[in-house]
């Protein structure tokens, strides 16, 4: 059984930084297309990143040269690095995994981390 647990969420102003991180366990990480999403209040789940096993990136175009997403197979983590924050970035932040090459992957959900924005 493959789980995903987020950290990293928090408070933080307009224009500030945050980093998100994703820890999986219980599958082969390194073989998996990894991602970030998030869910605003009264909307779909949008695909923020994702990144494939070789870290090939995609970007949705609203964080484009904003975030970036990595990933370091050694701590079965994936990371996804928030700059130039506003207001639009609040929502809670999910990861998601894939043991197949895929741009969206879900197979495999964490829970969230909340990301508010405010000054």
């Known amino acids: 059984q493959v789980q995903l647990v987020e950290s990293g969420g928090g408070l933080v102003q307009p224009g500030g930084s945050l980093r998100l991180s994703c820890v999986a366990s219980?599958?082969?990480?390194?073989?998996?297309?990894m991602g970030w999403y998030r869910q605003f209040p009264d909307k779909e789940r949008e695909l923020v990143a994702s990144?494939?096993?070789?870290?090939?990136?995609y970007y949705t175009d609203s964080v484009k040269g904003r975030f970036t997403i990595s990933r370091d197979n050694d701590k079965n983590t994936v990371y996804l690095e928030m700059n130039n924050v506003n207001p639009g970035d609040r929502a809670i932040y999910c990861c998601?995994?894939?043991?197949?090459?895929?741009?969206?992957?879900?197979?495999?959900w964490g829970r969230g981390t909340q990301v508010t924005v405010s000054p």
């Open positions: 219980g599958g082969t990480f390194e073989t998996y297309a």
């Open positions: 990144i494939s096993s070789s870290a090939y990136a």
């Open positions: 998601a995994g894939t043991p197949q090459k895929t741009y969206q992957p879900g197979d495999y």
